[in-house]
């Protein structure tokens, strides 16, 4: 199975200030069709987890632009421009191109 | 608005059985690929299931092959899993999701504990 690994797993974070969420993954996540499966997902307190990012860096539908995704190949990047309440939560990258399909083990942002 | 509402969790003793289901509504559920994926606080986030449009692909991670088992009913907008001997380690919340490769919208998800 590929193995997605994130760090850091927690982030502490200011108000207004950037972070930056980094994803591996054990093999190239470039797929037979030419595409990159690499989806990044949010999850806040007791909610379901909610799609921010599909294929490297395509933003989801109502996802602010302070969201942004980067990458290539094996290693990916979640960016969040400036740091609101709202953002706070784990963040989680998963790969969709190999069978299982797999999740990074989370990225635990709080202020 | 795309709206997924799962039903059927609930507390089953190890080697028992349950059925999942998801009913769908707000797109066009023939056109899409649906899978289930399950969140446990030992096992993060993992992929369990997948089902093809039509229901003639299906895929399944190996710690679950031969016990769960994936369905689709088109006419109904409503994909089902079928859980067999479960165990302890099948203990979470378990959400149907739209698409395969991109995990684009998620339910509410439903408990399932496995415990005597």
């Known amino acids: 199975d590929v193995v997605m690994t994130q760090s850091p797993l927690s982030l502490p974070v200011t108000l207004g200030q950037p972070a930056s969420i980094s994803c591996r993954s054990s093999q190239s996540l470039v797929n037979s069709d030419g595409n990159t499966y690499l989806n990044w997902f949010q999850q806040r307190p007791g909610q379901s987890p909610r799609r921010l990012i599909y294929?490297?860096?395509n933003r989801d539908s109502g996802v602010p632009d302070k969201f942004s995704g980067s990458g290539s190949g094996t290693d990916f990047t979640l960016k969040i421009s400036r740091v609101e309440t709202e953002d706070v939560g784990v963040y989680y990258c998963?790969?969709?191109?190999?069978?299982?399909?797999?999740f990074g083990q989370g990225t635990r942002l709080d202020i | 608005e795309v709206q997924l509402v799962e039903s059927g969790g609930g507390l089953v003793q190890p080697g028992g059985s349950l059925r999942l289901s998801c009913a769908a509504s707000g797109f066009t559920f023939s056109a899409y690929w649906m899978s289930w994926v399950r969140q446990s606080p030992g096992k993060g986030l993992q992929c369990v299931a997948n089902i093809k449009e039509d229901g003639s692909e299906k895929n399944y991670v190996d710690s679950v092959k031969g016990r769960f088992t994936i369905s689709r009913d088109n006419a109904k907008n409503s994909v089902y899993l079928q859980m067999n001997s479960l165990r302890a380690e099948d203990t979470a919340v378990y959400y149907c999701?739209?698409?395969?490769?991109?995990?684009?919208?998620w339910g509410q998800g439903t408990l399932v504990t496995v415990s005597s």
């Open positions: 294929k490297v860096s």
């Open positions: 999701v739209t698409t395969a490769r991109g995990c684009e919208s």
């Open positions: 998963m790969q969709g191109t190999h069978w299982p399909f797999t």
